[in-house]
């Protein structure tokens, strides 16, 4: 067996948030786009999903156009089928992640960030897969008090804790 691992650095726009997972059927694209549309009406976003038969198309939807063709150039520099691309503003991924996840073709999520993102590839005679993915950077330390309240403070300043 003849394998390489590649990593795929992955550009998508600034002020975007990414989900990147595995799914496996052809309404992937359009279920996505409708948990997303139904869980945060006023986000921005672009959904791409990666065929791994028949025309192996790159399927598209969402409601910014350059949101969409983000997750196109996500899913060109990845290669892999059965792969799909979240591109999210106005919105976080906490705010859709369970429902994608209980979206009935997905099968997996790798990742939910707006960190610097590189995708780990394997490509052999067939093509290309995910391995995982590297999310941002190294630890650098240990929290103190005074980071533990600046977190404390962030969650309740953006809503996410009372």
Same mark, same amino acid.
Request: net charge negative; aromatic share 6%.
């Given at each position: ?10 550009? $998508? *726009?600034?002020?975007?948030?990414? #989900? ?7 309404? /992937?694209? &359009?279920?996505? $786009? ?15 999903? /990666? ?5 192996? =198309? ?6 910014? %156009? ?8 996500? =899913?060109?520099? +990845? ?6 691309? !979240? ?6 991924? #906490?705010? @859709? ?6 979206? *009935?073709? !997905?099968?997996?999520? $790798? ?9 780990? @590839?394997?490509?052999? =005679? ?7 993915? +590297?999310?941002?950077? *190294?630890?650098?330390? @240990?929290? /103190?008090? &005074?980071?533990?309240? %600046? ?12």
């Amino acid at each position: 067996m003849n394998v390489e691992i590649h990593d795929v650095r992955i550009e $998508y *726009p600034e002020g975007s948030n990414i #989900i990147i997972g595995q799914t496996h059927f052809i309404k /992937t694209a &359009e279920d996505l $786009y409708e948990v997303i549309a139904t869980a945060v009406p006023q986000a921005r976003f672009g959904v791409a999903f /990666t065929e791994a038969s028949g025309p192996c =198309l790159i399927r598209t939807e969402g409601n910014d %156009e350059e949101l969409v063709q983000g997750c196109v150039q996500v =899913l060109k520099a +990845i290669g892999a089928g059965h792969v799909f691309c !979240v591109l999210l503003r106005d919105a976080y991924p #906490i705010n @859709v992640l369970n429902q994608i996840k209980n979206c *009935p073709e !997905v099968c997996r999520i $790798y990742c939910a960030t707006a960190n610097p993102l590189q995708v780990v @590839v394997a490509s052999t =005679l067939q093509g290309w897969g995910i391995l995982g993915v +590297i999310d941002g950077l *190294p630890p650098k330390g @240990v929290e /103190t008090d &005074e980071d533990r309240q %600046e977190r404390r403070d962030l969650l309740r300043r953006i809503g996410y804790k009372r």
